[in-house]
């Protein structure tokens, strides 16, 4: 599904990844682990398309094709999904609209008909109700004065509506208290099946208890340096990072 | 530019007006301002309080007070239309009686025509604003106002419809619109108005407007001034108000080829909450000025002012701010932000705000920004598949909520919501 090849990329000039190799297959899941500005969240912006981001080097092929002169709304078409870590607050906008313009603009590029209210409502309700989410929801404005959690979870919820191919998750669990943080790692297990992938960006090990990995890559300074199965999370957890630096 | 032609211009003009009214006080009215306007000078950009705003443009054509319009004319696309309400029509600055519909049962509305000489007491205050606040504007209003409105609640009353004031202008081309509103809200009273301001074609015309609202003890108004001019357009509002007084005032000016509004608050009692809110779009060359004075006079009030600004193409914005908080005003609340999105890297703002406290004991604040649409946040929306110009929509949607989530009115929220969405597919230039 995506095929990321020696990929260099720099933001205000400054080169952040330095040769990134990565592979990701339909039904997998995989964890991006690192301390803090090695660059996860520099990966997760650059396949979403940032464009404050420059590729300078490799390529990036998702569903066999080069993505490179892709939009971000091109690829969110294509389907890939970023769930920030900082999500956004548009004041004015309801989670409504939003999320109905959003599908809308993903059904076209599928070739499918707008979605009628009623059709939208109940797989909004069905969506929420896997989150615990109140119908008061609906009619806020996105993420305007939610809290953390319920910004994250408002994320997870997007990701269920628009069902994206690729989804990429940004720091999800932080700012979550351990039974949000089973809420919404429950979210994504939800959506996960044998034709989508998930590849999660995370500090700490904490979410892979929830939403287990297949693969672990350790980002340090814009390189993986090391990968492994799922127990690499729970090694890294025990030792830190420094144990494999150097 | 030769001002003393144009001014001899309209001193004519005003020599050869025959008043409508019965008063032979709107006769004197007309003479004394005749004088004033005679002695007064058109502003240069020399001018501190017209430094980014030249008027030359507009002392370049001619206007002439219109002619009533014979013509049946459409007016229902103009008029906000989905709730009971009280409706009083201009069309180039004169009253239409054919197509205004008001029935005051518990207030009154007076066309200025109307007035006899038993007014006298009445008139006499209306037109006779303090020195300091009169301008060349201002006067010629006054010397042109023929045409008029004395809106006056009594105290104890609640007006429960709105009145809309539909001023439909640039009919005729070359009109010159002068009209004259006196807004009187009693004690413990409470009403509220929307001036709605429309051009019919692409003519030229002049619009002088000028609005007095006086809120007396513990009264409420909520007004609207909502411009959708094509043209040029003077607006002068003069407030004053009374202990315990409410206002919520809203102006809205979403087009105009020249648009500059003077506003000055006076508190001068306590308790008092003046609450100016202000939105301004300008697109093409257009230029928008916000000028606005708020006057603290006593202790224990409260101003709250946000304007917010949308510019695009090569348009101007210019907002000055005054707060003054006299010394014996203490315990005051002065807060005051203006705050504007370029959509173009030509369109320009020029923003400031100017502050005289001589009280120690008050909180003031100011914030003036400058800026484009936040990268992040368009980000963030597109990240969802939802195209560029949409992305813009909802960010400006969402910069403008502040405004428009005050209003109360769904019909002019929806209006304003639609305007905001047009300036953008209407942006002439696609840069970055
Ligand atoms: N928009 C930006 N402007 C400047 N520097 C940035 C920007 N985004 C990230 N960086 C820098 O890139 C490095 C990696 O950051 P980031 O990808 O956020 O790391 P992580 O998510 O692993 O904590 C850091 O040094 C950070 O300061
Ligand atoms: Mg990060």
Redesign the pocket.
Known sequence: MLKIKNLYAT??G?E?LKGINLEIQEGEVHAIM????????????VLAGHN??KVTQGEIIFEGKNIFDLSVEERAKEGIFLAF?YPVEIPGVTNYSFLKTALNEIRKQNNLEEIDSKEFMDLLNKKMKILDMDDVFIQRSVNQGFSGGEKKRNEILQLLMLEPKLALL??TDSGLDIDALKIVSNGVNVFRNKNNAVLA?T?YQRLLNYIVPDFVHV?SK?RIIKSGGKELALELEEKGYDWIKG | MDFKKVKDFYSKQIAELKVTGNSFLIEEIKNSSLNEFNSASFPSTKDEEWKYTDITPLLQKEFFIAKKVKDKINIEKFIFNNFPQNLIVFIDGIFSEEYSKYEPSNFQIKNLTSFTNDDITFLQDYFDISGSKKNIFTIMNAAFAGEGFFIYVPDNTNVELPLQILNINGYSNNALITPRYFIYVGKNSSLKIISNNRHFSDNSYFVNNYFDLRLARNSHLDFYNILNENSFSYNFTNILMERESNLNHFSISLNGKFIRNDLTAELNDENIECNLNGLYLSKSDNLVDNHTEVIHAKPNSNSNEIYKGILTDKSHGVFNGKIIVAPQAQKTNAFQSNRNILLSKDAKVDTKPQLEIFADDVKCSHGATVGSLDENSKFYIKSRGIPEDIANKMLLKAFACEIIEKIEIKDIRKYLTSEISNLLTEKKSLDN
């Open positions: 933001v205000e400054k952040i690192g301390p803090n500005g090695s660059g996860k969240s520099t990966l997760a912006n404050n981001y870590q940004d720091e960006v500090h980002l814009g």
